[in-house]
């Protein structure tokens, strides 16, 4: 990121609009796609290979060294945008396929999500003598090829039953069940937590290493294993899904999150860098463990015709809060620079537990 702002002579503080407008743009689309339940009345293989095609050709506009500050924004904003059109598309398709299983399948699917999360932190660790183009040509390469095998290879699931005409108050009607609302507001306390901890892992080393000195904490690379270590964790948790109850191991991967939440300020104030690194593996397991679970309760307590719907809504507002939290947290960070500040994560895991704590319908 501090190269793409030296080749388009920006500002160091247009980096914070050049990520949220990825953000906004998923948001955005998330809503447009919920709205029009673009999941539901078209293939969602063919929707997701449209997707990922326009993603990758909008991602390329950030080697376009020509382009205008406003440019580079719109072409973050159409990224964000078509992005809507993968991850929940992804997690409907999984659900057509699989009545029973779902929880499994989405591990998976999840554990990808987590991989590529941590996969830039890992080419900054181990290739950073490379030009930052070649990031941008390997993502959008990426994008394309994920896109074509879905769309040629991965036909409608056999559960899948399409929507009907648009129907604009549609996207409300999934919050009419009180099993699928409560099973949003349990993934909304999650999302609280996950995306500010994803995104200030390297924050929390890069100050243990300034306050513990000579701790030389790697950041990049700790970052990366942090992170990465959600994906089997991810994957663990939905083959446990299959044995044990799918609400009962959520609900016990929020509540460790929480009491991480709180427990932080004191694990980074000792100077143990051992300690420090088991507890933040932990954290990265425990805090997306949980995420496909809450994805198949949400699927498996939404109307069937409104499934994709169901689920991109959800996304929506649940990246929503991302920016919120991600936000309080930067402020709160600059007012009291206290380690402290990260137990306003907990919030998040309380108001999910909350709206966990009556049964859900576990099966489609």
């Given at each position: 990121m501090p190269e793409i702002l030296a080749t388009h002579n920006l500002s160091p503080d247009f980096l914070g609009y050049l990520t949220s407008?990825?953000?906004?743009?998923?948001?955005?689309?998330?809503?447009?796609?919920?709205?029009?339940?673009?999941?539901?009345?078209?293939?969602?293989?063919?929707?997701?290979?449209?997707?990922?095609?326009?993603?990758?050709?909008?991602?390329?506009?950030?080697?376009?060294?020509?382009?205008?500050?406003?440019?580079?924004?719109?072409?973050?904003?159409?990224?964000?945008?078509?992005?809507?059109?993968?991850?929940?598309?992804?997690?409907?398709?999984?659900?057509?396929?699989?009545?029973?299983?779902?929880?499994?399948?989405?591990?998976?699917?999840?554990?990808?999500?987590?991989?590529?999360t941590a996969f830039p932190h890992f080419l900054k660790?181990?290739?950073?003598?490379?030009?930052?183009?070649?990031?941008?040509?390997?993502?959008?390469?990426?994008?394309?090829?994920?896109?074509?095998?879905?769309?040629?290879?991965?036909?409608?699931g056999p559960y899948r039953q399409k929507g009907s005409a648009v129907k604009l108050g549609a996207f409300l009607e999934v919050f009419k069940n009180q099993g699928f609302k409560r099973a949003a507001f349990g993934y909304f306390g999650h999302m609280w937590e996950l995306y500010t901890f994803w995104a200030f892992v390297p924050v929390m080393l890069s100050a243990y290493n300034a306050l513990h000195t000579p701790s030389q904490i790697s950041v990049p690379l700790y970052s990366f294993l942090i992170i990465a270590i959600g994906t089997p964790a991810c994957?663990?948790?939905?083959?446990?899904?299959?044995?044990?109850?799918?609400?009962?191991?959520?609900s016990i991967c929020l509540m460790l999150s929480g009491l991480c939440c709180l427990l932080f300020p004191f694990v980074f104030l000792y100077d143990n860098q051992v300690l420090l690194?088991?507890?933040?593996?932990?954290?990265?397991?425990?805090?997306?463990?949980?995420?496909?679970?809450?994805?198949?309760?949400v699927a498996n307590n939404a109307e069937p015709k409104l499934?994709?719907?169901?689920?991109?809504?959800?996304?929506?507002a649940g990246?929503?809060?991302?920016?919120?939290?991600?936000?309080?947290?930067?402020?709160?960070?600059?007012?009291?620079?206290?380690?402290?500040?990260?137990?306003?994560?907990?919030?998040?895991?309380?108001?999910g537990l909350m709206g966990l704590r009556k049964k859900l319908k576990n099966k489609s």
């Open positions: 407008s990825v953000q906004f743009g998923f948001i955005v689309g998330t809503l447009t796609f919920a709205v029009l339940t673009l999941a539901d009345r078209f293939s969602p293989s063919k929707v997701f290979m449209a997707c990922a095609v326009a993603a990758a050709l909008f991602n390329l506009v950030v080697t376009w060294e020509s382009g205008s500050a406003a440019v580079l924004l719109l072409s973050r904003f159409c990224v964000g945008f078509f992005l809507a059109g993968i991850y929940p598309v992804g997690m409907k398709i999984a659900a057509d396929y699989f009545k029973d299983g779902l929880g499994k399948s989405l591990g998976f699917l999840v554990g990808a999500l987590v991989l590529g660790a181990n290739v950073a003598h490379f030009s930052w183009h070649y990031i941008a040509y390997g993502t959008a390469a990426l994008s394309l090829l994920g896109g074509l095998l879905i769309g040629l290879t991965v036909g409608d994957i663990i948790g939905g083959l446990l899904s299959q044995k044990y109850d799918t609400q009962r191991i959520a690194l088991g507890f933040l593996f932990f954290w990265g397991m425990v805090v997306i463990a949980d995420s496909p679970l809450f994805s198949s309760l499934k994709g719907t169901g689920l991109t809504l959800v996304n929506s990246f929503a809060i991302t920016i919120v939290s991600i936000q309080l947290m930067i402020w709160l960070l600059q007012e009291f620079e206290s380690p402290f500040t990260y137990a306003i994560l907990a919030i998040g895991p309380v108001f």
